[in-house]
């Protein structure tokens, strides 16, 4: 029995489990992945074919627990090797699933199987986009318990641009560029899944549900509570409107903005039709690939060459989900002045990998339409922002340097005024009952 960091009791039958790729039994968390780090480590990295039968990890250097998005915990690892080479990274960083300190956090377990899978799958020589070297990947398809081994990127280092942080772009030079880097990246590899260019296994391991990706867009929370999220938001707005761009904090905003809930709200069926009506927007995706996911430098034609972290949920969905997903922190001036041309590179980037080719027009709207059909889920920073910010009325901004301590506050802000500015600028209401 080990007690966790919150003093919770975890049985040590918990913090080992039967991977299902590799035969091994992989470590739940830090402490058990420690107490031989250089013995499983060979072991593990033997078994994938990441180290040559007649070389170990002859120790560990160093490692340090790293702060930093949701789900579990994370590691950062320095090895040593008998024999290091070429393909063998000493610095190394470590994803479990679990998170023993986190309840809610390692409720999300589950979403390590399509990290393995993807992780597993990328390290063919031909993976269409930058990923990180994968040493190690499994996970325990019954307890959800695994974790990932890869090389840690060298932000700051080497010509990669440092850690971007989640809807900090303000600090991001040329934002558009590194958005377009992003949606080039996005492209190439859902237009080599439609190409065919793909590994057989990934039609195997993530196939296409229509049913389960409809279901985002259908009715979930009842119109009276929507209803009362919203007044919520709009007294948030009123108490704090330092927090809030002028175009949303009108009364006449308000007033159309729950007048349209309910026509929103009703339109699920018909948003998710035209969302997967269309088979030219399915494709192997990334889900989340926001610029913390990601890492840039510079690439050999000259543009911004984006890679990509972080695959919780990947797998064939619709690629305007995709590209909503990446652009969702971006700051408001992306999306009013730049979205038809970020679109358009998607667009280009996507046929020119061998995807179909896409009508802007339809693309905008799809990606209008996932933003009003996520309003609900939108709301968050009456709630957010006030659990983890104590003198709210301190704040100058959304910008003030205090939340960047504060990653879900900032970033559930952020998201809750993307989409109220997005349902003022684009009438989101309109574009819904328009259909």
């Not at 195997?204 to 009715?219: H, I, L, M, Q």
């Not at 500015?421 to 009952?433: E, I, K, P, S, Y």
Request: hydrophobic share 40%.
């Amino acid at each position: 029995m080990t007690l966790t960091g919150n003093g919770q009791a975890v049985p040590d039958s918990e913090r080992w489990a039967p991977g299902e790729n590799f035969g091994l039994h992989v470590p739940a968390d830090v402490e058990a992945l420690l107490s031989d780090g250089p013995g499983f480590l060979t072991q593990a990295f033997r078994a994938s074919g990441a180290l040559s039968a007649d070389n170990s990890v002859r120790r560990v250097v160093g490692w340090k627990e790293f702060e930093g998005g949701g789900t579990g915990k994370k590691l950062l690892l320095t090895v040593a090797y008998d024999a290091p080479g070429p393909g063998l990274p000493d610095e190394l960083f470590v994803k479990f699933s679990r998170n023993f300190d986190n309840g809610l956090w390692d409720s999300g377990r589950f979403q390590m199987i399509s990290e393995v899978n993807v992780a597993v799958l990328s390290r063919s020589p031909d993976f269409p986009v930058p990923v990180p070297t994968v040493l190690f990947a499994d996970v325990d398809p019954v307890s959800h318990t695994g974790l990932i081994v890869t090389e840690c990127i060298p932000y700051g280092r080497n010509g990669v641009e440092p850690l971007h942080l989640k809807c900090m772009d303000y600090t991001v030079p040329d934002q558009v560029g590194h958005y377009a880097a992003i949606l080039r990246g996005l492209a190439r590899l859902s237009g080599a899944h439609r190409a065919g260019r793909l590994s057989p296994e990934f039609d195997t391991k993530f196939p296409y549900d229509r049913e389960r990706a409809s279901a985002a867009y259908t009715v979930q929370v009842p119109e009276a509570k929507v209803l009362l999220w919203a007044t919520r938001l709009f007294e948030f707005i009123d108490r704090y409107p330092q927090l809030f761009p002028d175009n949303v904090r009108t009364g006449e905003f308000r007033d159309q903005f729950l007048r349209d809930i309910p026509d929103v709200l009703a339109a699920g069926d018909r948003i998710s039709a035209v969302l997967h009506g269309n088979p030219d927007f399915i494709a192997f995706a990334h889900w989340n690939a926001n610029i913390d996911n990601c890492w840039f430098e510079p690439g050999p034609d000259g543009l911004l060459l984006c890679g990509f972290l972080d695959w919780p949920n990947a797998g064939q969905l619709s690629v305007a989900r995709s590209i909503t997903g990446a652009i969702s922190g971006a700051e408001s001036f992306v999306w009013d002045e730049h979205l038809d041309e970020l679109l358009t590179v998607f667009i280009e980037e996507y046929a020119a990998s061998g995807g179909p080719l896409l009508s802007l027009d339809e693309l905008r709207l799809h990606v209008l339409l996932i933003t009003a059909a996520g309003m609900a889920s939108s709301m968050g920073a009456p709630v957010a922002v006030p659990r983890e910010v104590e003198d709210i009325g301190a704040l100058e901004s959304a910008r003030d340097s205090r939340l960047t301590e504060h990653e879900n506050a900032r970033i559930q802000l952020h998201m809750t005024t993307r989409m109220l500015n997005l349902w003022q600028t684009r009438a989101l209401g309109n574009v819904v009952r328009a259909l």
